[in-house]
């Protein structure tokens, strides 16, 4: 169903013996034809819809002057024309070249922006197994100097149980 719409006719000449269908509530169908520019294949095409379809319905102008319970609405619409003009296949046709550019456009960022995604990931991973490699590196020069420390300690105490005891520092 189109956004905008005018009240239309069938062609008198050409559409003489048409039938006019029944709605779905039993309503006779009236004829509109399609205004809305942002959907250039409904533009200028005609169809069916019933007279009590939910947009057709004039809006109140304050809240009092809405009924208490709204009648039941019928959404029966169909195309009277079937047929799409060929300006209108050719806007349809470049509007599908456009959706298929940006969807590739779209698929091919999201393809880099992945890739991107992968590579700080893996930056992260080395930066981290960096930061752990010297956090190791670290202990192990502190564990080393704490043995040397402990062993040097070690020797000055039993350098001082030699010897005269105690000993003086002059």
Do not use: H
């Not at 169903?1 to 008198?12: C, F, G, Y």
């Not at 095409?45 to 609405?73: G, H, I």
């Not at 992945?114 to 960096?130: A, F, L, P, V």
């Amino acid at each position: 169903m189109p956004n905008k719409w005018e009240d239309a006719s069938l062609d008198k000449v050409k559409e003489k013996d048409a039938n006019i269908p029944p709605c779905w509530c039993g309503d006779v169908c009236k004829v509109k034809v399609s205004t809305d520019r942002n959907k250039s294949w409904t533009e200028g095409r005609r169809y069916f819809v019933c007279p009590n379809y939910a947009y057709d319905r004039a809006l109140p102008t304050n809240a009092y002057d809405q009924p208490p319970s709204p009648p039941p609405l019928c959404k029966y619409f169909t195309w009277i024309d079937l047929e799409v003009p060929e300006d209108v296949k050719k806007d349809q046709y470049q509007d599908c070249l456009r959706r298929q550019r940006r969807f590739e456009e779209s698929f091919r960022r999201g393809l880099e922006e992945e890739r991107r995604q992968k590579e700080r990931m893996e930056r992260k991973k080395r930066d981290e197994e960096r930061a752990r490699q010297a956090k190791l590196a670290r202990e192990e020069e502190r564990a080393r100097k704490l043995a040397k420390a402990r062993e040097a300690q070690e020797e000055d105490s039993a350098r001082d149980k030699k010897g005269k005891w105690p000993r003086s520092t002059q």
